[in-house]
């Protein structure tokens, strides 16, 4: 069935350095990939996202790499801060018959100060 | 505000009762789901809806049932909760659209099962 792969499962670096996940999908119908924050305690928020006609995409210090072609998509984090230590998830999106979105299992980014 | 919201928060209930987790968005979204998820781990999604009496259920396994009777609300129910439930509960809704397909999620329900 439909999967999305996603590394690592934690990541930790000294602050100001950048952090780059990556995640693998299955189903090439796929056409839309958001990527999600969850700080600790909190609900997973929107930050980026990216559309299959789209090869990269960025956000001030974010931004989202997309190749369709390997089925791979990647989050970009520059000059890491503490405050972007939290779980991260990607997922990809069909958008045919309603839609369905599948999840990564998530990425723990701790940044050290 | 234009958001989602879950009741309760936190919730520590006894094994064998009945309990619904509460879900409202004000979003005018026609999609909203249910996810499980043990903090800071994986979601799995347990039911979904794409509109007014659509329901159906999702990836994992789950003695919960679920109803869509109004676009705003999507309660989840569990008849008989064991401790095995215990877990934190997200809701979420979105919109398809060609702009965004992304979702809001609730603050989650945090369930206790003793």
């Known amino acids: 069935g439909e999967n ?16 780059v996940i ?22 997973p928020q929107l930050i980026i996202d990216i559309r299959s006609n789209v ?7 974010i931004a989202v ?7 791979h998509f ?25 839609f369905k979105t599948i999840f990564g299992a998530g990425t723990r980014l701790f940044v050290k100060a | 505000e234009a ?9 520590v209930i ?18 909203m789901y249910w996810y499980q998820q043990d903090p800071g781990m994986e979601l799995h999604l347990i039911h979904y809806s794409y509109g007014v009496n659509s329901t159906e259920k999702g990836d994992l396994s789950s003695e919960s049932t679920v109803s869509r009777i109004r676009t705003e609300h999507f309660p ?24 965004n397909y992304g979702y809001t999620f609730g603050s989650g329900t945090r369930l206790t099962v003793v």
Request: net charge neutral.
């Open chain 1, 74 to 98: 990647s989050l970009h984090i520059t000059e890491t801060q503490p405050e972007d230590s939290a779980v991260y998830f990607c997922a990809a999106s069909i958008s045919t018959g309603g």
């Open chain 2, 76 to 99: 989840l129910t569990l008849e008989s909760a064991r401790p095995s439930h215990t877990s934190q509960y997200l809701c979420a809704s979105s919109v398809a659209s060609a702009a």
């Open chain 1, 22 to 43: 990556k995640c693998t999908y299955s189903d090439s119908a796929s056409n839309y990939f958001p990527w999600y924050k969850q700080e600790l305690g909190k609900r």
């Open chain 1, 55 to 61: 090869g990269e995409k960025k956000d001030q210090r």
């Open chain 1, 4 to 19: 999305v792969e996603q590394h690592p499962s934690t990541l930790s670096v000294q602050e100001g350095d950048s952090a």
């Open chain 1, 65 to 71: 790499t997309l190749n369709k072609t390997a089925k």
């Open chain 2, 14 to 31: 006894g094994t064998g009762k009945k309990i619904t987790l509460e879900c409202s968005q004000t979003m005018g979204h026609d999609k």
């Open chain 2, 3 to 11: 958001d989602i919201y879950q009741t309760p928060r936190y919730l």
